[in-house]
């Protein structure tokens, strides 16, 4: 059961590694050291193009609008309060940008209303805005949000708006997670090919060393036999004589008999 539970968490690791190792790499080749994201729509209207504060004003950067009429053609850019620049558009048929698409880096768009937009650039509820013939390009900071930028085409149609955000830390955020995704990646693989080192158990016995054969001719050692390779860095066996004996008890003294008549003493009085 513990092998089966392994092998499943070493499956979702290596996937969810996967994954995260393609997304981050992906991006980070997509976004750049510097951090750019550019989406691009081709809309090919004379009719407004809208973009509202929830895609303009959803980061924390600037954000970089360019717009490219066709060949003779110029382009009206402006931003204005979203309550101004609804009230100007009102239900004429216009161009909704609605968010991004980072599969393909195009900007999303719906069309909706009715009718002929009234002249843009007569109205004075501008913030900031700029034409000319060409590509034009408006930037917008954050410090003015909210804000809704207004794009038409004159003399011609809308051949693409693009909108470009730079940020470093994206790029920072893609590698990170291309390498967290590749050590989930590897911790899978390395659960998955893990071996068991015994078939009944997980547990490894370690092998039991040899113990070395005793001699055939081993026991006693001669009195003058030498103990080891006799390169004379062993010590040798003193002989047997030459071993000190234990030291034994003394000899009580003799004792003699005043009147015995053997006693040398006792013949000499």
């Avoid at 059961?1 to 981050?24: Q, S």
């Avoid at 004429?92 to 599969?103: M, Y």
């Avoid at 001699?215 to 390169?231: K, L």
Wanted: glycine share 10%.
């Amino acid at each position: 059961m513990a092998t089966i539970v392994k092998r499943v968490i070493g499956v979702l690791l290596a996937l969810v590694g996967l994954a995260l190792t393609v997304v981050g790499v992906w991006f980070a080749a997509q976004l750049g050291t510097s951090g750019t994201a550019e989406f691009t729509m081709h809309p090919g209207t004379t009719d407004p193009v809208v973009v509202g504060p929830d895609v303009l004003n959803r980061v924390d950067a600037d954000v970089v609008v360019t717009a490219t009429p066709t060949d003779g053609g110029s382009v009206f850019m402006a931003l204005a309060n979203p309550s101004d620049a609804t009230a100007v558009v009102g239900g004429s048929k216009h161009v909704a940008v609605t968010g991004v698409s980072v599969r393909d880096w195009t900007l999303l768009s719906t069309t909706t209303g009715s009718g002929t937009a009234p002249e843009l650039g007569a109205a004075d509820l501008w913030r900031q805005q700029d034409d000319g013939k060409g590509p034009v390009t408006l930037t917008v900071q954050q410090s003015g949000a909210p804000e809704t930028l207004v794009v038409k085409a004159d003399g011609g149609r809308l051949s693409s708006l693009t909108m470009t955000v730079t940020d470093k830390s994206w790029f920072v955020e893609a590698v990170v997670a291309a390498l967290i995704g590749l050590f989930l990646l590897v911790a899978g693989v390395v659960l998955l090919t893990a071996r068991r080192s015994r078939h009944h158990g997980d547990v490894a016995v370690p092998p039991v060393p040899d113990v070395p054969a005793e001699p055939a001719d081993a026991g006693t050692i001669d009195p003058d036999q030498t103990v080891g390779a006799g390169d004379g860095s062993e010590p040798t066996v003193p002989p047997a004589h030459a071993v000190a004996s234990p030291l034994e008890a003394p000899a009580a003294p003799e004792t003699t008999d005043p009147h015995d008549p053997h006693d040398p003493q006792e013949v000499t009085r």
